[in-house]
């Protein structure tokens, strides 16, 4: 391997063409003064100038380049091929020609560093958290629901209670803003909530008392619920009171009893309910079980629902008696809401089927259930034409779709 010097062949090929320094300068695009240097021996030539001297020339110079990585041996032609973009970045640190190329360049490169680490650490924070989260779940049923509404009824103290019982949960909410009516009742509230387990979440509701939305937040870790954590508008929850069961069969004619047909049309109605966005719909029984009033009103109690909906029929000495009875509790507590929502109930049911007036029933699940109730008696076993519809498939499902469209409505 003979080394043979880069610049003494740029010299040998200049001089064998005749040209001067200025004219290989102009030929090459390059400055004089770089020629110069080259012939010189001052600087070495980085791969792009030898390109561009060797095209100009008509010259390969890469054959002959003094460099110590180039060689006349045709079989390092490969490595010379690999070194160039080695010359090229070591090149590029050479701050002495062209600088501002080359920091523009460096930068660039830099950026795209820095960017590349971003990017892969944002994505890793956001598997980890995911991963920390599908962990972290409970699985078992002794972690009970929340479920935190935030009204316009709320007082500062009573945000407080909210505040210190959720603690003892081991759930953490800031109240980042709260904002009070001239009765000191909550108006506007921004908080923050973290289960402490991965779930977590924030929302802002300006104007509570005009909203018709339920706002606030729900843990609820059960397998079977659709949504584990929500925050600021939350689906509401209705329960169906499924009428009899068991020994208690509730009104009957000669084929058909009461707890069979309120059973078939609750079903229907959760059926229909399964997609919609608005409200969870839940049943008190869900097979031919007796479950008494006091454990009834227990269980809806506890499950803190928006609306309980008690499904029954009604009976007659008479076959004349039809058409659909509501009733309320004026004792109730929430009679007030009570009272709304079956009128606005009687009036979207009113459109398909005949309703009666809403009457007072003095019964003591009305009586103590802790949230707005309505029993519906769907028709009188009694009268065949409501016979037809409340014991045929066809009757119950629409029936059924009846009362989902007035859910809707009313919720
Ligand atoms: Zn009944």
């Known amino acids: 391997m003979t080394k043979i010097s880069f610049r003494e062949k740029l010299i040998e090929v200049r001089k064998s063409k005749g040209l001067t320094q200025t004219e290989v300068a102009d030929l090459c695009s390059i400055s004089l003064r770089t020629v110069q240097r080259i012939e010189a021996g001052k600087v070495t030539p980085r791969a792009y100038t030898i390109k561009q001297i060797s095209e100009a020339l008509g010259f390969d110079f890469f054959n002959v380049y003094d460099n110590p990585d180039t060689y006349t041996d045709k079989n390092d032609i ?133 909203a018709t939305k339920k706002i606030g937040f729900s843990r609820d870790y059960d397998l079977n619920s659709s949504s584990p954590f929500e925050t600021g508008v939350l689906k509401k929850t209705i329960i169906l009171d499924v009428g009899h069961g068991g020994l208690d069969s509730g009104s009957f004619s000669k084929d058909f009893q009461e707890k069979e047909i309120t059973l078939a049309i609750a079903n229907k109605i959760k059926e229909l309910s399964k997609d919609n966005e608005e409200f969870d719909v839940f049943l008190t029984r869900d097979s031919d079980q007796f479950i008494s009033l006091k454990k009834r009103t227990q269980i809806i109690n506890a499950s803190k629902p928006d609306y309980i909906i008690s499904l029954h029929t009604a009976d007659s000495q008479t076959n004349k008696k039809h058409g659909v009875n509501l009733y309320t509790n004026d004792q109730n507590r929430y009679i007030n809401e009570s009272s ?12 398909d089927l005949k309703v009666n007036m809403i009457k007072n029933m003095n019964s003591h699940f009305l009586k103590n259930v802790k949230c707005p109730a309505t029993l519906i008696e769907l028709g009188y076993l009694s009268n065949p034409s409501d016979k037809e519809n409340l014991t045929t498939k066809k009757g119950q499902h629409r029936i059924a779709t009846i009362i989902f469209n007035a859910l809707q409505e009313v919720i």
């Open 78 to 210: 490969k490595t010379n091929n690999i070194q160039a973009p080695i010359e090229f970045v070591k090149d590029l640190f050479n701050l002495k020609t062209n600088t501002m190329k080359k920091v523009s360049i460096i930068s660039s490169f830099c950026l795209l560093i820095i960017f590349s680490i971003f990017s892969f650490t944002f994505k890793l924070n956001a598997q980890t958290q995911k991963k920390a989260i599908k962990e972290t779940t409970p699985k078992n049923e002794l972690i009970e629901p929340v479920k935190i509404t935030f009204t316009n009824q709320l007082t500062f103290d009573e945000l407080t209670t909210i505040k210190i019982d959720l603690e003892n949960q081991g759930i953490t909410i800031q109240y980042k803003k709260l904002e009070f009516d001239e009765n000191n009742k909550l108006k506007t509230i921004a908080c923050f909530i973290d289960c402490n387990d991965g779930f977590k979440g924030s929302f802002v509701a300006n104007h509570i008392e005009l």
């Open 340 to 351: 709304t929502l079956t009128k606005a109930f009687s009036k979207s049911i009113g459109k």
